[in-house]
């Protein structure tokens, strides 16, 4: 089993469409869990860090399930601008380590 | 606007040459990590350097190797370039014990091998 899975993608929405993202990871221990967003030819930045107890930042909701190693993105009224790829990213000790990615293009 | 610099930012270089890429760590940071990013695919962590010594590496041949100064930066050196060595290469810092910020990324050095 790979480190760290998602969602193959691509997905593509309308605008104004929710859509989620799924992750599993494979180490039980791990203890931190972000999802980042990179842009085409950029590098990936932090979008959001992601809480047991789930959190939610405007339109994004992220949430964690331990027991099943299971981590969710959730974007709500999708806009243009949230064209992206966006990256799961859980930690090893002391080093992260990154999903493939899961493409989202959101369409006019 | 990141606080780390990766230089230079586009190389070509030929098959079997060697490249060294730099990159300057956020004030405050004292860790550096090296991934390389192939078209299509995610960041593969290479190795992280901590007081200047390697800290973790992941599944990279010997020819990939770093250093850290004592300033923080760093340094990624790969010999004998291949085609595949093709790609994207980012350096992220962040302070070492502190897992839970994050990392913060530099723009990256994309890498052409002809």
């Known amino acids: 089993r790979k480190e760290v899975e998602q969602d193959p993608g691509p997905f593509n929405v309308p605008e104004g469409a929710t859509v989620a993202f799924n992750c599993t990871y494979s180490n039980s221990a791990s203890q931190s869990f972000f999802w980042y967003r990179q842009d085409c030819r950029k590098e990936p930045k932090l979008l959001m860090s992601?809480?047991?107890s789930g959190n939610e930042d405007g339109r994004f909701t992220a949430q964690l399930n331990r027991a099943s190693q299971y981590i969710s993105l959730l974007i709500r009224d999708s806009k243009l601008s949230d064209s992206a790829t966006y990256l799961c990213?859980?930690?090893?000790?002391?080093?992260?380590?990154f999903g493939p990615g899961t493409r989202l293009s959101v369409l006019p | 606007e990141t606080g780390v610099t990766q230089s230079p930012t586009h190389l070509i270089k030929t098959r079997g040459q060697q490249v060294t890429l730099r990159c300057s760590s956020q004030s405050g940071h004292n860790t550096v990590s090296w991934y390389q990013q192939a078209l299509g695919q995610g960041p593969q962590f290479i190795f992280q350097y901590y007081r200047e010594e390697e800290n973790g590496r992941g599944n990279f041949p010997p020819r990939f190797s770093g250093l850290q100064f004592p300033n923080y930066s760093s340094e990624l050196n790969v010999n004998a370039l291949e085609l595949d060595d093709s790609a994207l290469y980012l350096c992220?810092?962040?302070?070492?014990?502190?897992?839970?910020?994050?990392?913060?990324f530099g723009s990256g050095t994309r890498l052409t091998v002809v």
């Open positions: 992220a810092t962040s302070l070492f014990g502190v897992s839970n910020y994050g990392y913060t």
């Open positions: 990213v859980v930690n090893y000790g002391q080093n992260f380590v």
């Open positions: 992601v809480y047991s």
